[in-house]
């Protein structure tokens, strides 16, 4: 008797699961299998997600892009914008974060220590409009500079997510390598780098996320067609002057999600660490 | 001498660490010091990038909250939104954690799968799939046409729906607040309900007397976090609805873009984001004041 029941409550349990994830995977499969319909049957159709004739006809349109510059350019600048912005972010905060970690008494240091509290609950919205003045003063509007440039200084988030793990690294290994003759740099190298690479991933993931997705810094500060990043050659496909061929637009944003699905399924593990540890925003 | 002393400094082993957070320093000053002072100061301005700035002294706060209906429209849809969205969000966030706690083979499966949206929420890709799905011949009327509902309603062209369609979009995105709320639930210790059904606690009472007044300080993280990002939102409003109809779902951000990139109001923009500052700040404050009343800590 008291099998039977959680027999029934097991498949009770597992159907809810299950049918709430169809809910919440819907508007994704939606998109993934719109893009393989015949453009001109998106909408006819768009009570269905098995396309009536699956074509791939909507990618090949879709990757000529806009005005003679193909998708190709477009990912070739998201990547370049991303990758360098997280090398930068990540090494950067990670030698920051060493400082604070590992001395604790040096001038201005609690000074600094809430500076980097602030900035990291400082919005970007909050400061756009005057940083947008600034840069245009320092001649870095219209230019990658503006997006890639400020990342090489630390970022808030990072700096406190490496300053919380270098501190679970045993003092006694710096000790032991200062005995053996290694300078801070070399100690900041060989042994608190190595032992970090858990926590550099974590971040670098987190940073490499954020600056593919990211819209508004670069609505702000990337002109030209041939500059455009992802997101924002996404969004022409909304602007009434362009003609609405949805096959290739949900081809296109298909494509857009395909690096942080590929994240996802390969370091998801330090996603959901990165994200229960420090309550980081996915 | 100056060469000695510069070594001196350095010797002392600990102000090495200043070097080391040297660029965070820099960064910090360059980058979020400047802009504030910039913003303090051009938002006593009128300045349109050609032309210089015009002082003007406290005009722009003065038009900002008198004179601007627009604005009150946008902190009003701003305020509706993160008051709806985030408190939904979470409750769902711990209402499927508290499903997802339940041991089981597929676990790590099924987290996944709810997982999923929030990392993709936010990007371009999503707002354009919400802005179909929410069209007038778009996939939801579609799917209420086999439940045999016929319906061309434009859930955008509406001010409720528009509001409840980018609410959705939120609430869909509740995994990262699932899985913290996941990681918290997991170090409530288990003493604690072993003890509770020794005294004959109903389930109810053992989710209010003791999981919830454990979790209260998880979600006061994330009731502070989710709702200072919910006032920041911008591509959502951006890309899905415009705003429209009527500004109705204008979002703050969103209306501080079009002054300072589609009007060129910079001044303006720059008192916008001086009382943004001030609102998110507040905001942060009251919650860290009013936290000792309701959050329990060990």
């Known amino acids: 008797m008291l099998n039977h029941e959680t027999r029934w409550s097991k498949i009770v349990y597992h159907t809810l699961i299950c049918l709430m994830g169809v809910v919440m995977l819907y508007p994704l499969l939606w998109m993934v299998m719109s893009s393989f319909k015949e453009s001109k049957t998106v909408f006819l159709t768009a009570n269905s997600l098995i396309p009536q004739k699956f074509v791939l006809e909507n990618y090949a349109n879709g990757w000529t892009g806009f005005g003679g510059t193909t998708f190709a350019t477009f990912f070739g600048n998201s990547f370049y914008i991303a990758i360098l912005g997280t090398i930068g972010g990540v090494l950067s905060s990670a030698l920051v974060a060493f400082g604070f970690a590992r001395f604790h008494r040096f001038p201005m240091r609690s000074v600094l220590f809430s500076c980097m509290l602030i900035s990291m609950m400082m919005p970007f919205q909050v400061v756009m409009v005057p940083q947008f003045i600034w840069y245009k003063k320092l001649g870095l509007v219209g230019s990658y500079a503006a997006l890639i440039l400020p990342r090489f200084f630390g970022e808030g988030f990072f700096i406190f997510l490496l300053i919380q793990f270098m501190s679970g690294v045993p003092q006694e290994l710096d000790e032991a390598a200062r005995i053996d003759g290694c300078g801070n740099l070399r100690i900041f190298l060989k042994i608190i780098m190595p032992l970090c690479v858990p926590a550099l991933i974590t971040c670098a993931i987190f940073s490499f996320m954020w600056k593919w997705e990211d819209y508004l810094a670069p609505l702000l500060y990337v002109k030209g067609t041939r500059n455009y990043t992802v997101s924002i050659a996404l969004k022409l496909f909304c602007d009434p002057a362009s003609t609405s061929d949805y096959g290739a637009t949900f081809a296109m944003a298909t494509l857009s999600v395909v690096p942080t699905l590929l994240i996802f399924i390969c370091l998801q593990k330090y996603l959901v660490e990165g994200i229960s540890t420090t309550g980081l925003k996915g | ?298």
């Open chain 2, 1 to 298: 001498m100056m060469v000695t002393s510069k070594r001196r400094f350095f010797q002392r082993d600990q102000n090495v660490g200043f070097l080391f957070t040297l660029p965070f320093t820099i960064g910090f000053f360059v980058f979020t010091v400047v802009p504030i002072a910039y913003a303090l100061y051009y938002s006593l301005t009128n300045y349109d990038v050609l032309t210089p700035s015009v002082f003007v002294g406290l005009n722009n706060y003065i038009n900002l909250f008198t004179g601007d209906a627009v604005f009150w429209q946008s902190l009003r849809a701003t305020t509706i939104f993160s008051l709806v969205s985030v408190p939904l969000r979470l409750m769902f966030a711990l209402f499927v954690a508290l499903l997802m706690l339940r041991p089981s083979r597929l676990s790590s499966l099924y987290r996944a799968v709810y997982y999923m949206p929030s990392i993709m929420g936010g990007s371009v890709a999503i707002a354009i799939v919400w802005r179909r799905f929410f069209a007038s011949n778009g996939t939801l009327n579609a799917l209420l046409g086999l439940l045999g509902i016929s319906s061309s309603y434009a859930w955008l062209g509406h001010p409720n729906t528009a509001m409840l369609s980018l609410i959705l979009l939120d609430m869909w995105q509740f995994g990262s607040a699932m899985l913290i709320f996941l990681a918290a639930l997991k170090q409530i210790p288990q003493e604690l309900y072993e003890a509770a059904d020794v005294d004959g606690a109903k389930r109810s009472a053992r989710f209010f007397r003791i999981t919830l007044p454990m979790l209260t300080p998880t979600i006061f993280f994330n009731l502070i976090m989710q709702i200072i990002s919910a006032f920041l939102q911008f591509t959502k409003c951006y890309i899905i609805t415009e705003g429209k109809p009527l500004n109705s779902t204008l979002f703050y951000v969103v209306n501080l873009y079009y002054q300072a990139f589609k009007y060129y109001h910079m001044g303006y923009a720059c008192a916008m984001a001086v009382f943004m500052l001030v609102l998110v700040g507040g905001i942060t404050y009251i919650m860290f004041v009013t936290k000792k009343r309701w959050v329990y800590e060990v």
